[in-house]
Nanobody, 122 residues
Framework: QVQLVESGGGSVQPGGSLRLSCAAS????????IGWFRQVPGKERENVAC????????LYIESAKGRFTISRDNSKHTVYLQMDSLKPEDTAVYYC???????????????WGQGTQVTVSL
């Protein structure tokens, strides 16, 4: 059974940084994509970034480019989202999920973590 567990959320001031972690277990292949998604109550879920474990390819939404970095540690089966220069509009619940890539876009797959709250405010 695939399980994804996020950690690392919290509250920071604008301009601050957070690093989210997504620890994966139960994946039976090394060929997978993990994505980060976020959602604010009352708004549609938004893609943030994803990484293809096979080739390391990364995709980001426009607002995350230059500020967020997704990476992986295969020895720990963990994917990270380093978020720098955080803005109030980054406030959301962040979820990691298995994902798939088509072209330059990505979509969530079947398995989700429980979510972690990120709050950016003064």
């Amino acid at each position: 059974q695939v399980q994804l567990v996020e950690s690392g959320g919290g509250s920071v001031q604008p301009g601050g940084s957070l690093r989210l972690s997504c620890a994966a277990s139960g994946l039976t292949s090394d060929r997978y994509v993990i994505g980060w998604f976020r959602q604010v109550p009352g708004k549609e879920r938004e893609n943030v970034a994803c990484i293809n474990n096979s080739d390391g390819r990364q995709l980001y939404i426009e607002s995350a480019k230059g500020r967020f970095t997704i990476s992986r540690d295969n020895s720990k089966h963990t994917v990270y989202l380093q978020m720098d220069s955080l803005k109030p509009e980054d406030t959301a619940v962040y979820y990691c999920a298995t994902a798939y890539i088509i072209g330059d876009n990505f979509w969530p797959g079947d398995y989700w973590g429980q979510g972690t709250q990120v709050t950016v405010s003064l």
